[in-house]
């Protein structure tokens, strides 16, 4: 189960990387590409996925199951605010950098 959650996460990462380039242009920050508007269903799927994960973290049984759910709804929620906010060009090296600032 874990490996197919870390799994779904990394999926669910590189499918928002994919995005904020499809969205925003491969230069972000520089402002040369105008964001697209982005879809309400879009929207509404992210906010789902974020809150189901904090749903499960929230049962989780034991400490380690929900730091890994705590962590996840992080990533993806940064990962998620990268996108709309159109100025990252590279959510995984900002994730990284943002967890790197945060937590160790």
Not at 31 to 54: F, Q, S, W
Request: glycine share 4%.
């Amino acid at each position: 189960m874990a490996k197919e959650f870390a799994d779904s996460v990394a999926d669910c990462l590189n499918t928002l990387a994919a995005l904020n380039r499809e969205l925003n242009g491969e230069l972000p920050s520089s402002g040369a590409v105008r964001a697209a508007d982005v879809p309400r269903k879009l929207v509404y799927a992210m906010t789902e996925i974020v809150r189901m994960i904090r749903e499960c973290w929230q049962q989780a049984g034991d400490q380690e199951a929900a730091g890994v759910l705590a962590r996840a709804a992080w990533r993806v929620e940064t990962a998620w605010s990268a996108v709309v906010a159109g100025d990252v060009e590279d959510i995984p090296k900002h994730i990284e950098e943002e967890e790197a600032a945060r937590f160790e």
